[in-house]
C-alpha cells in the first residue's frame, strides 16, 4: 500500500515537467521534511553500490557470499559502535558508525530482494507508513498538546495494529540484553496498571530484595543467591524506571567511572615503581579513594 500523501506538506521547486530546476547545486539545507536532494543522491548512490557489490559473475566475492543469517553479527556489532561514536560527539565518528549501521541494513534489505522477500523499498514504506498513522495529531486531526498524549496515542493506536499478540508483554525482541529486556517489561507491566504508585515504593522494594539477598549469602546456596540476586537487579531497573534514567546507560557511567579510577590508581601505583600485586588492599584503597574524592568534588 502507497504512503499516504499530506498536501499541507511541502514540496521541492519542481519545473513544469516536475524535474528539479536545470544546473542547481545540491543542496545540504534541508527542507520542512527533512530532505535535501544530495542526501536522495547519496542514498540512490548507496543503493547502487550495494546492488554492485552482490552483482552475480562479477560481484565481491566476500559480499555474493553472505546471508541474512551471517549479516546478523554485523547489525548488532555495527549498532553498538554507533552508540559509542554517539556518546564522543564526534562527527567524523558518528557520521562513519552511523554510516556503517546504515549499511547493514541496505546490505539485508539487497539480500531480501535478491530472493524476493522484500526490498528496500518496503522497508522505507514500512516505516514511513508507520510514522503517519502513528501521528494522527500531525498528519490527520486529532490533537496531542503533550508529551503524555502522544505517547497514549502510540500505544492505542500499536496496540489496534498488533491484534494478534495475547499478552501485554507480547512484542518485546528476545535478542536485547538482559537489562533492556528488564526494563522493557516492566514499562509493559506498568501501561496494563500494574506498577508502583511512586518511586518510594519501588525504593522499598529494592530494600527488601537486598536484604533477601543477604539471607541467600548467609545460606550459602548458590541457586538462591542467583534468584536473589536477579530480583536486586530488576528491582534496580524499577527504581531507574521510576526516575526516568535508563539503566543502561547508568551501569554504563559507573562502568567507566570505575575503569577511569582504576587505571589512574593502577598508573600511581606503577610511578611508584610497584606493581598492583605488590600492594595491599589497604594501600589500594588509599590511591582509589584520593581519586574517588576528587571525582566527588567535581560534582
Known amino acids: 500500500m502507497n504512503s499516504p500523501s499530506d ?33 536522495s543522491a547519496q542514498y540512490a548512490r548507496l543503493l547502487d553500490i550495494m546492488a554492485r557489490l552482490r552483482r552475480p559473475g562479477d560481484g565481491c ?5 553472505q546471508t541474512l543469517e551471517t ?19 564526534n562527527r567524523a565518528d558518528m557520521v562513519e558508525e552511523l554510516g556503517d549501521l546504515l549499511l547493514q541494513i541496505v546490505f539485508i534489505a539487497q539480500v531480501a530482494a535478491e530472493s524476493g522477500l522484500f526490498d528496500m523499498a518496503d522497508v522505507a514504506r514500512g516505516i514511513s507508513d508507520k510514522l503517519i498513522r502513528r501521528h494522527p495529531h500531525i498528519f490527520g486531526t486529532e490533537s496531542a498538546p503533550t508529551t503524555a498524549d502522544v505517547l497514549r496515542n502510540w500505544d492505542r493506536i500499536k496496540r489496534a495494529e498488533k491484534t494478534a499478540r495475547q499478552s501485554a508483554l ?9 537489562l533492556h529486556r528488564a526494563y522493557q517489561l516492566q514499562k509493559r507491566a506498568a501501561r496494563a496498571g500494574f ?23 548467609k545460606e550459602d546456596s ?15 531497573v524499577k527504581v531507574a524506571r521510576f526516575v526516568q534514567c535508563d539503566p543502561h546507560y547508568a551501569l554504563d557511567r559507573t562502568n567507566a567511572k570505575f575503569e577511569r579510577r582504576f587505571r589512574a590508581m593502577e598508573s600511581e601505583i606503577l610511578a ?5 600485586k605488590d600492594c595491599t588492599l589497604p594501600e589500594m584503597e588509599l590511591h582509589w579513594n584520593r581519586h574517588r574524592a576528587a571525582d566527588k568534588a567535581r560534582t
Open 71 to 89: 549479516l546478523k553479527p554485523y547489525l548488532i556489532e555495527e549498532a553498538y559502535e554507533a552508540l559509542d561514536a554517539l556518546e564522543t560527539q
Open 272 to 276: 611508584e615503581g610497584k606493581t598492583l
Open 195 to 217: 506498577d508502583w504508585a511512586d518511586v518510594n515504593g519501588a525504593l522499598d522494594k529494592l530494600r527488601e530484595e537486598v536484604g533477601e539477598l543477604d539471607e541467600a549469602v
Open 61 to 65: 566475492p566476500w559480499d555474493l557470499e
Open 222 to 236: 548458590r541457586d538462591h543467591v542467583m534468584e536473589e540476586l536477579g530480583d536486586v537487579l530488576f528491582a534496580a
Open 170 to 178: 507480547d512484542g518485546i525482541p528476545s535478542h536485547v540484553p538482559p
Open 7 to 39: 498536501p499541507a506538506l511541502p514540496r521541492a521547486p519542481r519545473d513544469a515537467a516536475g524535474a528539479a530546476p536545470a544546473g542547481a547545486a545540491p543542496s545540504r539545507t534541508p527542507s520542512a521534511t527533512g530532505a535535501t536532494p544530495e542526501a
